[in-house]
């Protein structure tokens, strides 16, 4: 069964950092571009970050551009998203979602690429 399991969220107080951890279990990521999203309570689902199958290639939502860092190690089938500067925000329900692609196309931005999604993790922001 082909599943991503997102992890690491919790609660942290304005300015702190998380890292958030997107492993895949059933399939390889060898060949997958990776896109964190994210929801926030009354809003639409919102592509935050990218990184292509190789991991050479990353980009990111202005809203998080400069925060916010998307790695992968393929080697643990795991993909991250170290999170500083964490602003209130940012609070949602982070998922991360995979495609067969090289590359981070604009269009992978869009929740509607992706048929299947995890659980997801929570991110509050709060003092």
């Known amino acids: 069964q082909l599943q991503l399991v997102e992890s690491g969220g919790g609660l942290v107080q304005p300015g702190g950092s998380l890292r958030l951890s997107c492993a895949a279990s059933g399939f390889t990521l060898d060949y997958y571009a990776i896109v964190w999203f994210r929801q926030a309570p009354g809003k639409e689902r919102e592509g935050v970050s990218c990184t292509s199958s190789s991991g050479r290639t990353t980009n990111y939502a202005d809203s998080v551009k400069g925060r916010f860092t998307i790695s992968r190690d393929n080697a643990k089938n795991t993909v991250y998203l170290q999170m500083n500067s964490l602003k209130p925000e940012d609070t949602a329900v982070y998922y991360c979602?995979?495609?067969?692609?090289?590359?981070?196309?604009?269009?992978?931005?869009?929740?509607?690429?992706?048929?299947?999604w995890g659980q997801g993790t929570q991110v509050t922001v709060s003092s």
């Open positions: 979602a995979a495609i067969i692609a090289t590359m981070c196309d604009p269009s992978l931005y869009e929740a509607a690429t992706f048929a299947s």
